[in-house]
């Protein structure tokens, strides 16, 4: 079954302008990662953050984490038509180390 | 540097057909690899992983296996393809040893059954 939650759905923002989508989760994590899908590919990993961080940048990525409400927003900055893609949040268990488990994602279209 | 194949790129199998998919990584040794299935505008689930050769743990019951003859290929076969099986199937491999729990993925194989 799925752990995380991604909101919302879709998404569909102006270059330029930044894209916000949140990721809820049920049960004590190890870690936290946000991956990129183009349509039709695979998925890239984007940036992880551990159960003991809050907040963690890369380039124009930000992830924010909070334990206590289970949820983690991923923040992209001056958005790029190249940014239009399907973001999943994947979350690995305290007791099942060797495994993820990933959101439905949400879909974001960067219109130029 | 690391790299992970998947073949077929596409397939399109009749109800009932048996399957055979490939996934195989270079440049690393006694990796975990992953088999996920993806239906459309869904997410990942997960379909089996292996710690090591010969070592399949599965998800969920279906009429999927898989098999890891070595220690970078793993591979998911059915002997009779239903329609429910069509989807986008995605190997991935990760590092054995934390902290690098990220996973790499392969470009997927898009299986239709009809």
């Known amino acids: 079954s799925q752990q995380g939650e991604e909101d919302p759905q879709a998404l569909s923002i102006q270059e330029g302008e930044n894209a916000t989508m949140n990721c809820s989760y049920k049960?004590?994590?190890?870690?936290l990662q946000w991956y990129r899908q183009n349509s039709g590919r695979g998925l890239v990993h984007l940036i992880l953050?551990?159960?003991?961080?809050r907040e963690k940048h890369s380039g124009r990525l930000r992830v924010t984490l909070d334990t206590s409400k289970k949820s983690s927003s991923l923040l992209i900055t001056a958005s790029r038509a190249a940014d239009t893609a399907s973001y999943f949040c994947?979350?690995?268990?305290?007791?099942?180390?060797?495994?993820?488990?990933f959101g439905a994602g949400t879909t974001v279209t960067v219109r130029a | 540097s690391q790299t992970i194949h998947q073949w077929p790129a596409t397939l399109v199998q009749p109800v009932g057909s048996p399957l055979s998919l490939e996934c195989t990584v270079e440049?690393?040794?006694?990796?975990?690899l992953y088999w996920y299935r993806q239906a459309a505008g869904r997410g990942l689930q997960l379909l089996f992983y292996?710690?090591?050769?010969?070592?399949i743990s599965s998800e969920v019951p279906q009429n999927l296996s898989a098999s890891r003859p070595q220690d970078r290929q793993f591979i998911l076969s059915s002997k009779k393809l239903l329609l429910s099986d069509s989807g986008f199937y995605l190997c991935?491999?990760?590092?054995?040893?934390?902290?690098?729990?990220?996973?790499?993925f392969g470009p997927g194989t898009r299986l239709t059954v009809l």
């Open positions: 991935a491999w990760s590092w054995t040893v934390p902290p690098h729990n990220e996973q790499f």
């Open positions: 994947a979350t690995e268990l305290r007791e099942d180390d060797y495994k993820l488990s």
């Open positions: 953050i551990r159960s003991n961080e």
């Open positions: 292996s710690v090591g050769i010969g070592q």
């Open positions: 049960t004590s994590i190890n870690n």
């Open positions: 440049g690393t040794s006694n990796p975990n």
